[in-house]
């Protein structure tokens, strides 16, 4: 097994990048990016054979466990290339587990390759049951689209997991839905709180906050909740709905800062490596990755990013406005 050697100042062990592939995605998020996007131009993109490079040091550096994210990863031309190339990693022991985080729009023509190229959970963004929200949300999406996708990760043999942002005045209405749906596909379910990034409208986040700690409540006024201790390397909290086995996990950047246990770190599909989420400040791989065969600079630049990660993020709501918010949208460094 790998001794991770990237350590941050405050003494935390990174153990777990989160990789974008693209910033496109087919689908238009209101809380994810604008409905008119400009995306970047293909030469900008770091290749799949430099983002198998990235990854392969990262692993080599102690890196555990690697989620591929976008915009939506799946509509990258290739992509189920890079998975297999990235299996091989499994297969040695050095990375144990590989996933993706997903709309589900294109999971029912690629369910069966990511489970054979060793994949063996996906998170599924999935915000309401509605078709008519749905639509309204997403923008661009289809429910039966994403539907006949969930279908075909499960057949596949892949354990999903809804991710669910929790939206005050549209969401709300269906916590108990969401909850009994994902029970009966014995699917975990993870609420996010609404995250202040991107150019969306100040106003509009206020209005959409939930905070989860009033999802709880409301949760536990009808189900048994019991609080778990186990964690799969990322910042959600986690519970036991008693009634169903079913898991439930909170992710609370607002209400409860997770920053004290944080092992993780991202990349953007150009290669711009963010330690932390809830910061602007970056580093650039793709220039050092590009400036030698050898990994050694692109080795020295990952250390002294690390260096510099910072001990939290400032994201906060307030009844004056929304602080620490950052200047990305959520496709750029992929959640």
């Not at 990693?89 to 729009?105: I, M, P, Q, Y």
Request: charged share 25%; aromatic share 8%; with cysteine.
């Amino acid at each position: 097994m790998n001794t991770p050697r990237l350590v941050d100042p405050f003494m935390r062990a990174v153990t777990y990048l989160r990789l974008s592939v693209t910033d496109r995605c087919d689908f238009r998020c209101t809380y994810c990016m604008s409905e008119n996007m400009t995306f970047l131009p293909k030469k900008d993109l770091l290749t799949l054979e430099e983002l198998d490079r990235i990854c392969t040091a990262f692993i080599g550096l102690g890196v555990r466990k690697l989620r591929i994210t976008g915009g939506e990863p799946l509509v990258r031309k290739g992509i189920i290339g890079f998975f297999e190339g990235m299996g091989r990693h499994l297969d040695s022991g050095a990375l144990d587990e590989l996933t993706l985080t997903t709309n589900g729009s294109q999971l029912h023509r690629f369910a069966a390759d990511l489970y054979a190229a060793g994949v063996r959970r996906v998170n599924i963004s999935l915000d309401t049951l509605d078709e008519d929200k749905f639509a309204r949300i997403t923008r661009w999406g289809r429910l039966p689209q994403v539907m006949r996708g969930i279908d075909a990760a499960l057949e596949a043999g892949l354990k999903v997991k809804i991710n669910a942002v929790a939206l005050k005045g549209f969401n709300d209405s269906e916590l108990f839905d969401l909850v009994d749906w994902c029970a009966q596909k014995g699917m975990d379910l993870t609420f996010i709180e609404v995250m202040p990034m991107g150019d969306m409208g100040e106003e509009d986040r206020l209005d959409q906050y939930w905070p989860l700690s009033d999802l709880r409540a409301q949760l536990a006024e009808r189900l048994t909740l019991s609080d778990l201790s186990e964690t799969t390397g990322g910042p959600a909290r986690y519970m036991r709905v008693e009634e169903t086995g079913q898991k439930i996990g909170l992710i609370t950047p607002l209400t409860h800062n997770f920053c004290e246990s944080c092992n993780r770190v991202r990349m953007s599909c150009t290669g711009q490596f963010y330690t932390c989420l809830g910061h602007d400040g970056m580093t650039d791989l793709r220039a050092p990755l590009r400036a030698s065969e050898s990994d050694a600079v692109l080795i020295d630049a990952i250390y002294a990013a690390i260096g510099r990660k910072p001990k939290g993020h400032d994201f906060d709501y307030s009844r004056q406005g929304v602080k620490g918010q950052t200047i990305r949208h959520m496709n750029h460094t992929g959640g």
